[in-house]
């Protein structure tokens, strides 16, 4: 069975920083794009980051631009997220998808699964 599981979700003040993981399993995790999307309540998913099947190129939607950095260890089968600089918008589900289409300069991406996702929470 494919699979994503999401971690490292939690509260933070605003300033402060967290490291979200993803662990794949069920397919070959290093021959695939993978995204972080984010979902706020009562709003739509939000693409975060791409990051290539070998990890050598990155790209980022520009509310994250800067404060976030994502990466892959492809022996382990684990994306990461790590976020600094955190904000108050930034609260939201996070969770990982794999991607089979993308347009990455206009920050479009179809995907075909998606794991269930971390909450984080930014506030004081």
């Known amino acids: 069975e494919e699979q994503f599981v999401e971690s490292g979700g939690g509260w933070v003040q605003p300033g402060g920083s967290l490291r979200l993981s993803c662990a794949a399993s069920?397919?070959?995790?290093?021959?695939?794009?993978i995204n972080w999307v984010r979902q706020a309540p009562g709003k739509g998913p939000e693409w975060v980051s791409n990051i290539d099947s070998d990890g050598r190129n990155t790209y980022y939607a520009d509310s994250v631009k800067g404060r976030f950095t994502v990466s892959r260890d492809n022996a382990k089968n684990t994306l990461y997220l790590q976020m600094n600089s955190l904000k108050p918008e930034d609260t939201a589900l996070y969770y990982c998808?794999?991607?089979?289409?993308?347009?990455?300069?206009?920050?479009?991406?179809?995907?075909?699964?998606r794991g269930q996702g971390t909450q984080v929470t930014v506030s004081s």
């Open positions: 069920g397919f070959t995790f290093s021959t695939y794009d």
């Open positions: 998808a794999r991607v089979i289409w993308a347009h990455k300069t206009a920050g479009l991406y179809e995907y075909d699964f």
